[in-house]
């Protein structure tokens, strides 16, 4: 019953996060804050996928990945956009991530409820928070508007590096 749909979510961001770094790091863009917060972020989402796959393994099981879509956009128009499907796709995981522990809750499985507690659970709750303070910052700046906020934003916050 572990689901690798989770894995698919989790590649899912992977490649998002992927692309919204390259984007950013684009000449006609340059905004190298953002573009290593969506590129760290991806890291950990591969990790993460590695993670459950050898959890899977370990137990015995078989992984049968499934077809990864490509992110609905090519180009974030800015960082305010970008957060914001950066959130949803992180709600969608952790969405994903309470189910599975339901069943195996249900299921009588502690060992996987252990494995999702530590591992993942506390760790969704904590990239939810921070997109959504991220996205509150770049709101109250209007920075979807004011280039100059989502630079500042970009320097400051993400620790960007313009020269």
């Known amino acids: ?38 590129k760290k972020n991806s890291e950990e989402e591969r990790e993460h996928a590695e993670k459950i796959m050898e959890f899977q393994n370990k137990r015995g099981g078989r992984i049968v990945l499934q077809d990864i879509k490509k992110p609905e956009r090519d180009v974030w128009g ?39 507690e530590t591992h993942y659970l506390n760790e969704q709750v904590e990239a939810i928070k921070k997109l959504g303070d991220h996205i509150t910052n770049l709101s109250k700046m209007d920075a979807g508007n004011n280039r100059m906020a989502e630079y500042l934003f970009d320097k400051h916050t993400l620790d960007g590096d313009s020269s």
């Open 1 to 38: 019953y572990l689901h690798f749909g989770i894995v698919v979510h989790y590649k899912t961001v992977c490649n998002n996060n992927v692309l919204s770094a390259f984007y950013f790091k684009r000449d006609d863009v340059a905004l190298a804050g953002f573009s290593k917060f969506f």
């Open 78 to 116: 800015n960082g305010l956009i970008a957060m914001q499907c950066a959130l949803q796709l992180e709600k969608n995981v952790n969405q994903a991530l309470l189910d599975l522990h339901k069943v195996a809750s249900e299921k009588g499985d502690p060992h996987l409820c252990d494995f999702l």
